[in-house]
């Protein structure tokens, strides 16, 4: 109940918020409509570099349009699109990060015949139903929501703030900022080349401050600015049995199971409150009165959470789920071996693999954790090895154990009190007339660290997109009344000077 409660303020809020006329913002958001119909259009599979050169030309077209200074910066992988309004040295600068690339898509898992086809739909007594974009030409109903690949993540906040900028320059507005945008066309593989381009482009990426907008706003649907994000790395674990899969019953009570002993080792990580085991995992993370005054302003439901999710008890990392985000995660992400299900087979299996991946805090090293787990792995009497064992470290070793290491993405936390990160939320609490829900760090990972450390300035997330988006999954989506709330949002925040 309240949640809904925040819903219906908050958007309420957005219709009646002062500033830009409603009928302005909603001839606004029906152009943006239209124009991320046609974006979204344009396959961007991070894993096909021809997708990606194709929406770089498409954003390319776009943002010249709109008087933005434009280049294609190469890296060791795809290239990063860069724009920029002219500079007036007089003005604080702006770094906007967004991303342009998307998660594959498995077409026969989503409800519409191709997820690059922007669909739009209403909610009717809990089913969603196709209606006809031409519907949108009467009235802008901002319950109805659009369903296609990287509507959310991250398209649709890219063609949002394209959209800001046409009504900033309708609205004659002086902007007092500088205005820089980088889009990244790899951040759903992990943007490997970003902190080396980061520092090869340095000069053309300065700025006072970044802001990313990337990821849902708070669960209540309230505005929300983030402080940081976790970082992260992974680990893949390998068990090895007999060279081959075996008959279980000739050799069932003899070749010894990988997947038992894979299993056996997995338990040991953590206690039975959820808690990580290894020496060292948790070392550096004090939470202070201050800090713990601010998560639990977060208006979270943990009860809530339990329900929607459908599990009794939560881990004990920490005591509520705010404060479980400032520790780092060991999750296991995948399991497998031998085969399940209708092709299940009466075999010992030849290997079990576990995928493991860690969230990192700043106070986490990746490096540092995944050498702790490979130690509590050999404490427990394994030979580790980073390739397929031989047949001589097969006979040799008792337990063998297979280890690849992924790479790091490391965390980023700006301090709360921060000017900058004051001006965003001022900005958007006079602007809604709602208090802005402060998040300290958020689970996930979005690349910046690089953006942090290279340049030296401060960076925070304003997320625009509704929490229950589905993205990375079939049936992503965008509900259109955040479409009004990004471009206001956008709009305020471009449009407001420092000193207010």
Not at 257 to 268: D, M, V, W
Request: aromatic residues 10%.
């Amino acid at each position: 109940m309240k949640k809904i409660l925040y819903l219906l303020i908050f958007l309420t809020s957005i219709y009646n918020s002062t500033g830009q006329d409603s009928s302005a913002i909603k001839s606004q958001v029906r152009k943006t409509i239209d124009e991320l119909k046609e974006f979204v259009a344009i396959p961007n599979d991070a894993l096909n570099p021809d997708d990606i050169d194709e929406n770089i030309l498409w954003l390319r077209n776009k943002f010249s349009q709109r008087g933005f200074n434009t280049s294609i910066l190469e890296t060791e992988g795809l290239p990063l699109f860069f724009a920029s309004l002219p500079m007036d040295d007089t003005k604080p600068t702006i770094l906007f990060y967004m991303h342009l690339d998307g998660q594959s898509v498995d077409q026969s898992k989503w409800d519409q015949k191709d997820p690059y086809t922007l669909s739009l739909r209403s909610n009717q007594d809990g089913i969603w139903q196709e209606e006809s974009f031409n519907a949108l030409d009467e009235d802008i109903h901002y319950d109805w929501r659009l369903f296609g690949r990287s509507a959310s993540d991250d398209k649709g906040p890219i063609v949002m703030f394209l959209n800001t900028i046409d009504l900033l320059k309708a609205d004659n507005v002086d902007l007092p900022f500088n205005v820089k945008i980088i889009l990244d066309s790899e951040e759903e593989k992990s943007s490997a080349p970003l902190p080396k381009a980061v520092k090869t482009y340095r000069e053309l990426l300065e700025a006072d401050f970044l802001i990313i907008s990337d990821g849902p706003v708070h669960v209540s649907g309230l505005p929300t600015v983030v402080y940081g994000c976790r970082g992260i790395t992974t680990l893949s674990l390998t068990t090895f049995g007999p060279i081959k899969p075996q008959h279980s019953g000739h050799y069932g009570n003899f070749a010894p199971n990988p997947g038992f002993i894979l299993s056996q080792l997995l338990a040991t990580f953590k206690d039975s409150n959820g808690r990580v085991v290894i020496p060292g995992y948790y070392d550096g993370i004090m939470l202070d009165e201050a800090t713990q005054t601010i998560l639990k302003s977060v208006p979270d439901d943990d009860s809530e959470i339990k329900e929607r999710l459908q599990f009794k008890s939560a881990d004990e990392v920490g005591g509520f789920y705010q404060e479980s985000l400032q520790y780092p995660s060991l999750n296991l992400r995948g399991l497998g071996s031998g085969w399940i299900g209708e092709k299940a087979r009466t075999i010992v299996p030849a290997t079990a693999t576990a995928e493991l991946d860690l969230r990192l805090v700043p106070e986490s090293d990746g490096d540092r954790l995944k050498k702790l787990v490979k130690e509590f792995i050999k404490n427990h009497g394994f030979y580790i090895t980073d390739t397929i064992p031989t047949k001589e470290e097969r006979l040799k070793h008792e337990k063998v154990i297979m280890v690849t290491e992924g790479s790091v993405t490391n965390a980023f936390r700006t301090d709360l009190d921060n000017p900058y990160g004051n001006f965003i939320v001022n900005t958007l609490k006079n602007k809604f007339q709602e208090d802005v829900v402060q998040i300290r760090i958020m689970g996930g990972t979005v690349p910046i660290s690089p953006f942090v450390n290279e340049l030296k300035i401060p960076a925070f997330l304003v997320p625009l997109v509704n929490p229950d988006n589905n993205q990375h999954s079939p049936n992503e989506n965008l509900k259109i009344g955040q479409i009004a709330y990004g471009i206001q949002a956008f709009y305020s925040i471009l449009s407001t000077p420092l000193s207010n």
